[in-house]
């Protein structure tokens, strides 16, 4: 895995294998590319140190020769060599900075052996001490260029070790040409030795120069690939070394997270991003609630210790929607339960409840006693308050299937407003527009239900006569219902849709429950937003229309659009 953030930058597509590469494409790439620079370089090294030791040890022979007895040959070989070693540092310097093809080794091969010529030539023939030369001219050809270079670098050392020999004198003038014959023959077997030797071993540094490159290849391929996996993987990763400090987090960790890579790696600790997780169980799936930019996130996150106890390998996932929709499932199933219940409780209590009525009101009619006659009444009156419990029950367990159809939203808010103008729980508090005309798929009388309980709470929850209810219609298409009334208890938030759940004095507790129910029939979700500073708001988002018709006539009446305050409800 990777080590650091940077080991996962600049990804791109990646190369084909380098298996599919031939040994023939391979050895071309070394030798016309970036293999063939570096022998070049470390030839040119290597010739560099050689030309100083012939150097020095020419300037130390001509040392010894008196001035005046300094021929021109000796002054012109200390010359040759003397431009040869510039040259070759000026050469050096060229390799570093460009990359070179196959015609800079050729030129390389000739020089050398010329350079060899010339300094045998000046140095006596068959007498020279730098005889040795030509051996070292085939050597670099057979690095430079494997077989070919060696045979190449033979026939040109060996012609020009003939031709010096062909124009200086004295190597021909001997007493004994049998001895001269032996030397020619001697050197000329030597370089064939060395030209078959070091063609062998250019050969196998080519071939192994060119594994070692498709192996870096390889390699780097190999690399990018994980780096595009670990990049492109949905679940979050994180590594930390063994001290705790984070090393490496890739995209979708930054993402859940809502952190950038700069801001963590090197930067923080793996307990500030995940606490107590040095504490976990290796090798087992836990479930982890952590505190994000986005807020609260619920992680399910599995730990794997490093190779060598270097660290720790974090890979989690967010589980923090698939919890919601499985509470919402979780409801879901509970309703459905109780729409199973509701046929039996319809006939083993609104049967029976009717028939407490009836008598009671008997009761109540024959009866010519004050007192029994008010205790028949109460019995009328509870089993009436009975009775509307059980069709809101029963209202919540099965709703009616709502006719979707395009309905102007806006339209529907200011219905529902002018029908609760007159409801004594507005008296007092202040109602705010702001309605866009927006449409949407649902069923209008079910919506002024929804909106009817959301303000009804609203007005209910409000205590001061400063108090106000602002009511948004925006596109999504959404709903909002804000009040000012302070906030919902965090350990109330998860249950205020359950039913016959209520915190308030003499209600049912059905009222978001049936709200919760119609959304949901609607395919829409609704959510709550609370805090003691900015108040609470409930947000109904429904269906929007495939083809928004915004002329298109609703079931409600339809009105001017209308942005006023109302006050004084």
């Known amino acids: 895995m990777p080590s650091s953030s940077r080991d996962a930058r600049g990804l791109g597509p990646a190369a084909p294998p380098a298996k599919t590469v031939g040994r023939t494409s391979s050895k071309t790439d070394l030798r016309a590319g970036g293999g063939l620079t570096v022998r070049l370089l470390w030839l040119t090294i290597f010739r560099t140190i050689a030309t100083t030791l012939v150097l020095g040890g020419l300037g130390a022979q001509l040392a010894s020769i008196p001035t005046g007895e300094l021929s021109r040959a000796d002054l012109a070989?200390?010359?040759?060599?003397?431009?040869?070693?510039?040259?070759?540092?000026?050469?050096?310097?060229?390799?570093?900075?460009?990359?070179?093809?196959?015609?800079?080794?050729?030129?390389?091969?000739?020089f050398d052996v010329m350079l060899?010529?010339?300094?045998?030539?000046?140095?006596?023939?068959?007498?020279?001490?730098?005889?040795?030369?030509?051996?070292?001219?085939?050597?670099?050809?057979?690095?430079?260029?494997?077989?070919?270079?060696?045979?190449?670098?033979?026939?040109g050392a060996a012609s020009a070790y003939l031709g010096v020999l062909a124009i200086v004198p004295s190597s021909l003038a001997t007493s004994d040409p049998v001895r001269f014959a032996l030397d020619l023959f001697i050197q000329l077997l030597a370089q064939l030795l060395i030209a078959v030797l070091s063609g062998y071993v250019g050969e196998q540094l080519t071939r192994t120069g060119g594994r070692l490159d498709a192996s870096e290849r390889e390699v780097k391929q190999l690399t990018e690939l994980q780096n595009e996996i670990v990049s492109a993987m949905p679940s979050g990763l994180i590594t930390c070394d063994s001290v705790g400090?984070?090393?490496?987090?890739?995209?979708?960790?930054?993402?859940?997270?809502?952190?950038?890579?700069?801001?963590?790696?090197?930067?923080?600790?793996?307990?500030?991003?995940?606490?107590?997780v040095t504490g976990l169980v290796v090798a087992?799936?836990?479930?982890?609630?952590?505190?994000?930019?986005?807020?609260?996130?619920?992680?399910?996150?599995?730990?794997?210790?490093?190779?060598?106890?270097?660290?720790?390998?974090?890979?989690?996932?967010?589980l923090t929607e698939l919890r919601r929709v499985e509470q919402e499932l979780d409801k879901i199933d509970h309703l459905a339960t109780l729409g199973r219940l509701s046929a039996q409780l319809a006939h083993e209590i609104r049967n029976p409840l009717a028939a407490m009525r009836g008598s009671a009101q008997l009761l109540a009619g024959d009866s010519a006693?004050?007192?029994?006659?008010?205790?028949?009444?109460?019995?009328?009156?509870?089993?009436?308050?009975?009775?509307?419990?059980?069709?809101?029950?029963?209202?919540?367990?099965?709703?009616?299937?709502?006719?979707?159809?395009?309905?102007?939203?806006?339209?529907?808010?200011?219905?529902?407003?002018?029908?609760?103008?007159?409801?004594p729980s507005f008296l007092g508090v202040r109602v705010e527009e702001e309605l866009?005309?927006?449409?949407?798929?649902?069923?209008?009388?079910?919506?002024?239900?929804?909106?009817?309980?959301?303000?009804?709470?609203?007005?209910?929850?409000?205590?001061?006569?400063?108090?106000?209810?602002?009511?948004?219609?925006?596109?999504?298409?959404?709903?909002?219902?804000w009040d000012s009334a302070g906030s919902i208890a965090p350990e109330d938030r998860q249950r205020i849709f359950d039913p016959f759940f209520s915190r308030s004095r003499?209600?049912?507790?059905?009222?978001?429950?049936?709200?919760?129910?119609?959304?949901?029939?609607?395919?829409?979700?609704?959510?709550?937003?609370?805090?003691?500073?900015?108040?609470?708001?409930?947000?109904?988002?429904l269906r929007a229309l495939d083809a928004p018709t915004l002329g298109t006539s609703s079931p409600t009446t339809q009105h001017e659009e209308t942005h006023v305050a109302h006050s004084g409800r």
């Open 245 to 276: 400090a984070v090393t490496f987090l890739n995209p979708a960790a930054a993402s859940i997270l809502g952190v950038s890579a700069e801001s963590v790696v090197g930067q923080r600790d793996i307990e500030s991003l995940f606490p107590q």
């Open 506 to 541: 003499g209600g049912s507790g059905l009222g978001l429950s049936t709200v919760s129910s119609i959304v949901q029939a609607h395919g829409g979700t609704i959510t709550v937003d609370s805090n003691p500073e900015a108040g609470t708001t409930f947000s109904v988002t």
């Open 369 to 423: 006693s004050a007192p029994q006659h008010k205790l028949a009444n109460v019995i009328v009156r509870e089993a009436d308050r009975l009775a509307g419990l059980v069709e809101g029950y029963l209202d919540l367990a099965r709703p009616p299937r709502p006719q979707l159809v395009p309905t102007r939203l806006d339209h529907v808010v200011h219905e529902t407003l002018e029908l609760l103008r007159a409801d």
């Open 284 to 318: 087992r799936r836990h479930e982890l609630k952590v505190q994000t930019p986005r807020g609260e996130r619920t992680l399910g996150l599995s730990v794997a210790t490093l190779p060598g106890a270097r660290g720790l390998l974090v890979v989690f996932q967010d």
């Open 77 to 110: 070989s200390f010359g040759i060599i003397g431009f040869s070693y510039v040259l070759t540092l000026v050469t050096g310097l060229l390799i570093r900075r460009s990359r070179v093809g196959v015609e800079a080794a050729w030129v390389q091969i000739v």
């Open 436 to 481: 866009e005309p927006v449409e949407a798929a649902c069923d209008a009388s079910q919506v002024k239900q929804v909106l009817i309980n959301l303000l009804r709470n609203a007005a209910a929850a409000i205590t001061s006569r400063s108090g106000s209810i602002r009511i948004r219609v925006k596109a999504g298409p959404l709903i909002e219902v």
């Open 116 to 155: 060899a010529a010339s300094v045998v030539f000046l140095t006596g023939g068959s007498r020279s001490p730098f005889s040795f030369l030509f051996l070292v001219s085939i050597v670099g050809a057979a690095v430079l260029l494997g077989t070919r270079g060696a045979v190449i670098g033979f026939l």
